[in-house]
C-alpha cells in the first residue's frame, strides 16, 4: 500500500505518503493564496524524497472541507485527477477529522477552522476518533453555549479566545494525520467517504447582479 494524502481546505497546503503503517514522507506550507502553485511541487518533492514513484501509489486521500471554495477545490481536483491518471480509488476525509486525530485528545472538544466572514467551521468530538456533530459554519458568539467548557484545537479555536478560551495546537490539519486515519480505517475495513467537497455556504466570489446591458450602435 501506498496512501497519497493531500488536504488544502485549510491555509495550508499538506502532502503526506503513507506505506501502510507509517507516515513515511510529509510536507505542509501555509499559504492561503498559492494552493494551485505549491500543491503539485509538494507532491512531487515528496515522491522523490520517498524514493518512490508516483506510479507506486495505491490509492489517494484528500482532505474535502469544510473549507472555502477557491483553495477546496484545487485539492479536490488535483486527488480526482491523480485517480483518474493512474487508476487508483480516491478517498475523502473531513478535514475536521484529520484535526481532531492530529490532537490526541481523549475526552470530549471542539475542531474549529477559520471559516472568515467571522464564522468557524466547527464540530464536536468524543475523541481524537470520533465526531459526534456533522460539520457546521456559524459565528462563534452564536455557537459559545455549545462550546463552553470544552477543550478546542483549530485556527478558528485561537482566532476567538473569547468562545474557545482552552484552545491550542495543532492550528491546521497535516496531511500525515489524514493518511494515518485513513489508513487506520481501511485496516479495519472501514468504507471512506467519496471525494465530495463540504462547502457548507456559497462561494465568496458571486456573479454581479444587474448587468448593464450594452449593445452594438
Same mark, same amino acid.
Given at each position: 500500500?501506498?496512501?497519497?494524502?493531500? &488536504? +488544502? $481546505? +485549510?491555509?495550508?497546503? %499538506?502532502?503526506?505518503? *503513507?506505506?501502510?503503517?507509517?507516515?513515511? $514522507?510529509?510536507?505542509? !506550507?501555509?499559504?492561503?493564496?498559492? *494552493?494551485?502553485?505549491?500543491?503539485?511541487?509538494?507532491?512531487?518533492?515528496?515522491?522523490? #524524497?520517498?524514493?518512490? =514513484?508516483?506510479?507506486?501509489? +495505491?490509492?489517494?486521500? @484528500?482532505?474535502?472541507?469544510?473549507?472555502?471554495? +477557491?483553495?477546496?477545490? @484545487?485539492?479536490?481536483? %488535483?486527488?480526482?485527477?491523480?485517480?483518474?491518471?493512474?487508476?487508483?480509488?480516491?478517498?475523502?476525509?473531513?478535514?475536521?477529522?484529520?484535526? =481532531?486525530? =492530529?490532537? /490526541?485528545?481523549?475526552?470530549?472538544?471542539?475542531?474549529?477552522?477559520?471559516?472568515?466572514?467571522? #464564522?468557524?467551521?466547527?464540530?464536536?468530538? /468524543?475523541?481524537?476518533?470520533?465526531? @459526534?456533530?456533522?460539520?457546521? @459554519?456559524?459565528?462563534?458568539? /452564536?455557537?459559545?453555549? !455549545?462550546?463552553a467548557g470544552l477543550p478546542a484545537v483549530g485556527a478558528g479555536?485561537?482566532?476567538?479566545?473569547? %468562545?474557545?478560551?482552552?484552545?491550542?495546537?495543532?492550528? *491546521?490539519?497535516?496531511?500525515?494525520?489524514?493518511?494515518?486515519? =485513513?489508513?487506520?480505517?481501511?485496516?479495519?475495513? #472501514?468504507?471512506?467517504?467519496?471525494?465530495?467537497?463540504?462547502?457548507?455556504?456559497?462561494? &465568496?466570489? !458571486?456573479?454581479?447582479?444587474?448587468?448593464?446591458?450594452? %449593445?452594438?450602435?
Amino acid at each position: 500500500m501506498l496512501l497519497l494524502a493531500l &488536504d +488544502t $481546505a +485549510t491555509p495550508a497546503v %499538506t502532502v503526506a505518503l *503513507h506505506d501502510g503503517t507509517d507516515v513515511i $514522507a510529509s510536507s505542509s !506550507q501555509v499559504d492561503a493564496r498559492r *494552493h494551485g502553485e505549491l500543491l503539485l511541487p509538494a507532491v512531487d518533492r515528496l515522491l522523490t #524524497e520517498a524514493g518512490r =514513484a508516483l506510479d507506486a501509489v +495505491t490509492a489517494v486521500v @484528500v482532505g474535502v472541507g469544510p473549507g472555502p471554495y +477557491t483553495g477546496l477545490r @484545487v485539492g479536490l481536483m %488535483t486527488a480526482d485527477t491523480f485517480g483518474l491518471a493512474l487508476g487508483v480509488p480516491v478517498h475523502g476525509l473531513c478535514t475536521l477529522d484529520g484535526l =481532531a486525530y =492530529a490532537s /490526541d485528545l481523549s475526552g470530549p472538544f471542539v475542531v474549529a477552522t477559520d471559516a472568515r466572514r467571522k #464564522e468557524v467551521y466547527w464540530a464536536r468530538y /468524543d475523541d481524537s476518533r470520533t465526531r @459526534v456533530t456533522e460539520p457546521a @459554519v456559524d459565528r462563534p458568539a /452564536d455557537i459559545a453555549g !455549545q462550546v463552553a467548557g470544552l477543550p478546542a484545537v483549530g485556527a478558528g479555536a485561537l482566532l476567538y479566545p473569547d %468562545t474557545f478560551p482552552n484552545a491550542h495546537e495543532p492550528e *491546521h490539519v497535516s496531511a500525515a494525520a489524514l493518511a494515518s486515519l =485513513a489508513a487506520e480505517r481501511l485496516a479495519a475495513g #472501514e468504507e471512506l467517504p467519496a471525494p465530495r467537497p463540504l462547502y457548507l455556504r456559497r462561494p &465568496d466570489a !458571486q456573479v454581479p447582479k444587474n448587468y448593464k446591458v450594452v %449593445t452594438p450602435k
